[in-house]
């Protein structure tokens, strides 16, 4: 194995690891995909599975056998010990990576993978009775969130607007569990992410659409009707502000879920598992 004890934590080679913003990592190999940062070994093997190149490795010293030792293996098994003689594996002690990024590092173990190309919306939907839409969600921790109860609950991808955060940001895949690796997604263009338009494109390819939305004419989300549609899309808005008024308008149906207390709405993140859990019911039962 490529083992380099870190000597300078001034050195370029560990500019990804500390000083290169989230933008700066996508826009690394330009024009071709990026890489992406992934913290955790179980993160981390999520993404080896699903096929992402691995490129470096951070450890801990202490977390070389414990925590690396699994994904070392996880190596070896999908791309071979030349695979793992390739990579560097930079290590230090505690202290000195604290001093290298900052911050103590999650269990001690960082990835950098090569990013993958993204699907088309068309591609994407093909084969999908259930997705997401998230519109301009900009917390990385929901994002994170909605998409490991999609994967979780029921959901068959989820489709992003331009303006929603990166699923595969750092925050975003360790809140997810490694979920972001394990279900389908992909983003608009900022074009197609304006106005309506992508309300429009979901039903001309044959969804119903679900605004999670308080409205007058809001319906409970337990609603057989809706839930006996071949093919659902659940969008979701913002944190705060919710989904634009021209959305809401041109999605086939508006639900809210009943609340209690006075309690008018829940966080993105919580309200997305209850609908996903409730609009996949006829599609678990046909399974």
Same mark, same amino acid.
């Given at each position: 194995?490529?083992? $380099?004890?870190? +000597?300078?934590?001034?050195?370029?080679?560990?500019?990804?690891?500390?000083?290169?913003?989230?933008?700066?990592?996508?826009?690394?190999?330009?024009?071709?995909?990026?890489?992406?940062?992934?913290?955790? &070994?179980?993160?981390?093997?999520?993404?080896?599975? =699903? !096929?992402?190149?691995?490129?470096? %490795?951070?450890?801990?010293?202490?977390?070389?056998?414990?925590?690396?030792?699994?994904?070392?293996?996880?190596?070896?098994?999908?791309?071979?010990?030349?695979?793992?003689?390739?990579?560097?594996?930079?290590?230090?002690?505690?202290?000195?990576?604290?001093?290298?990024?900052?911050? *103590?590092?999650?269990?001690?173990?960082?990835?950098?993978?090569?990013?993958?190309?993204?699907?088309?919306?068309?591609?994407?939907?093909? !084969?999908?009775?259930?997705?997401?839409?998230?519109?301009?969600?900009? *917390?990385?921790?929901?994002?994170?969130?909605?998409?490991?109860?999609?994967?979780?609950?029921? %959901?068959?991808? =989820? #489709?992003?607007?331009?303006?929603?955060?990166?699923?595969?940001? @750092?925050?975003?895949?360790?809140?997810? %569990?490694?979920?972001?690796?394990?279900?389908?997604?992909?983003? &608009?263009? @900022?074009?197609?992410?304006?106005?309506?338009?992508?309300?429009?494109?979901?039903?001309?390819? !044959?969804?119903?659409?679900?605004?999670?939305?308080?409205?007058?004419?809001?319906?409970?989300?337990?609603?057989?009707? $809706? @839930?006996?549609?071949?093919? #659902? &899309?659940?969008? #979701?808005?913002?944190?705060?502000?919710?989904?634009?008024?021209?959305?809401?308008?041109?999605?086939?149906?508006?639900?809210?879920?009943?609340?209690?207390? !006075?309690?008018?709405?829940? +966080?993105?993140? &919580?309200?997305? =598992?209850?609908?996903?859990?409730?609009?996949?019911?006829?599609?678990?039962? @046909?399974?």
């Amino acid at each position: 194995m490529n083992i $380099i004890e870190i +000597n300078d934590i001034y050195a370029a080679e560990l500019d990804v690891f500390a000083r290169l913003s989230e933008a700066q990592l996508y826009r690394y190999y330009e024009p071709e995909p990026g890489i992406i940062l992934v913290e955790t &070994a179980y993160v981390i093997l999520r993404a080896l599975e =699903a !096929g992402y190149e691995p490129l470096s %490795m951070l450890v801990e010293t202490s977390r070389m056998e414990v925590e690396a030792g699994p994904v070392f293996d996880k190596i070896r098994e999908l791309w071979g010990d030349q695979k793992l003689e390739e990579i560097p594996v930079y290590t230090a002690e505690r202290e000195l990576v604290m001093d290298l990024t900052g911050y *103590n590092l999650v269990r001690g173990l960082w990835m950098t993978l090569r990013r993958k190309k993204q699907e088309t919306i068309e591609d994407f939907c093909k !084969g999908k009775n259930r997705i997401a839409l998230l519109y301009d969600v900009v *917390n990385p921790t929901n994002v994170g969130a909605i998409i490991r109860s999609a994967a979780a609950l029921g %959901m068959e991808g =989820a #489709l992003l607007t331009h303006s929603t955060v990166d699923p595969l940001n @750092r925050r975003s895949a360790r809140v997810s %569990m490694g979920s972001v690796f394990q279900l389908p997604w992909t983003k &608009a263009s @900022r074009q197609v992410s304006e106005g309506d338009a992508l309300i429009r494109m979901l039903q001309k390819s !044959g969804y119903k659409t679900v605004a999670m939305a308080l409205t007058e004419d809001s319906t409970s989300i337990d609603n057989d009707n $809706i @839930r006996e549609k071949e093919r #659902l &899309a659940v969008v #979701l808005g913002t944190e705060g502000t919710g989904l634009p008024e021209e959305v809401i308008k041109a999605c086939d149906y508006r639900v809210m879920i009943p609340m209690y207390n !006075g309690v008018d709405s829940l +966080n993105v993140a &919580a309200a997305s =598992a209850i609908s996903f859990w409730e609009l996949s019911k006829k599609e678990r039962d @046909r399974i």
